[in-house]
């Protein structure tokens, strides 16, 4: 599977990914997940957004319930599961710009080996387990992140996505028929398997570990404006340069996160007229914010605004910020994550937060039991081609994902 993946849209001068929804490569995506589906005899639904969910189900009479005889559904070895609703596993196959082979993928990939471990193991499940695909979840195009998880969950309305907009200004609604909810209509628990985008398991000396929540994140809009002129002609103390203003607000965005102990990322510009020899009227810059709590994440930024709209005054330029989108900290299905780490024997699996956006935040927003596994990264670098994994820590990841989900859907 993994070298049927390796070639799609792969940049031959960057060895990165470039999987953006509703493009070529991730058609190409979709179709590769589908022969999957099909050479499993999975049964395969989809919604109008393009997220795919391939349903093992189990043989007829072989259904549970939360009523069945002779199944415990309470005591210690079935403490704090989900009862009814299938068992969903999965991640999403979009990328970054330029981003590396295991963000999404690895999650992907490993669910199905997942399955096939399960049934050479002869494992009959009595729940329906299902491997996800969720698209635009890296909101590389859209902006929107999570947006294929949102909307098939109800976290947002169609209404409110179809009027977002690429950057060459194509509307989500001229790429997609979109729609509303209803594919996750029978979903019990969720359990995503994700490549770490960090070094604790590293540090740790841990192949895999479990997720324990989701630091709250924003992205924000930062339009500055000034006035565009000569880059020879115009005396330094006559201009109102914008590029200035946001030059400033970059570094106090990273004075001020590396003081809080939180994270602030600049890292996309748009610059009018974007010439040599002019100074700019107007410069976007894009903030990624991310904190330990929701409190700490308003702090944040309302220091840079404010940093940002003081150096406005003395630029003469002026600055308005607008959050694009924010979510809220996450916190995983304690119970879901214990069983885990018990599965494990030994039991000294870590249990850590990310500061990583997934469509599992989303799923655990919307009230579904929702748990994740992380697999070490030895670079600890993501969203870039460094990322990595080594073959056996990724077996180790498929062998937990069997595990939990053989506990889950039996
Ligand atoms: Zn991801």
Known sequence: MWSDLAPIGRSASSGGYFRQPFTQPERELSDWFREQA?????????????????????????????????????????????????????????????????????????????????????????????????????????????????????????????????????????????????LLENVGCFVELHVEQGRDLVDRG????????????????????????????????????????????????????????????????????????????????????????????AELVGTITRQASERAGRDGTSVTVTPESVSGAVTFDADLAAGIVADHGDGDWPVLPTAAGHDAGILAGQGIPTAMLFVRNPTGVSHSPAETASVPDCLAGVHALAQTLERLAT
């Open 38 to 182: 099909l050479a499993r005899d999975l049964r395969l639904e989809s919604d109008a957004t393009g997220n795919l969910v391939a349903w093992w189900d189990p043989p007829a009479g072989v259904v549970r319930d939360a009523a069945a005889p002779g199944r415990p559904q309470e005591g210690p070895e079935r403490h704090g599961l989900p009862r009814t609703g299938g068992v969903l596993t999965g991640s999403h196959l979009d990328s970054v710009l330029d981003g590396g082979a295991y963000d999404g993928p690895l999650g992907v990939v490993s669910a199905l080996a997942a399955v096939d471990e399960l049934r050479a193991r002869a494992v009959v499940p009595t729940r329906p387990i299902g491997v996800s695909v969720f698209v635009e979840e890296e909101g590389s195009r859209f902006g929107l992140a999570c947006l294929g998880s949102r909307l098939a969950t109800g976290a947002t309305s169609w209404d409110q996505a179809r009027v977002l907009r690429d950057r060459d200004g194509v509307a989500l609604e001229e790429v997609v028929e979109g729609g509303g909810p209803g």
């Open 206 to 297: 841990a192949a895999v570990g479990v997720a324990s929540g989701i630091w709250p994140h924003g992205r924000y809009r930062f339009d500055f404006t000034g006035e565009a002129n000569h880059a020879g002609t115009t005396r330094m103390e006559d201009r109102a340069d914008p590029m200035l203003t946001y030059a400033m607000t970059a570094l106090a965005a990273a004075k001020q996160a590396r003081l809080a102990g939180q994270r602030a990322t600049f890292g996309r510009l748009e610059v009018t007229p974007n010439g040599t020899n002019a100074v700019p009227s107007r410069v976007l810059a894009w903030l990624d914010a991310r904190c330990s709590s929701d409190g700490a994440l």
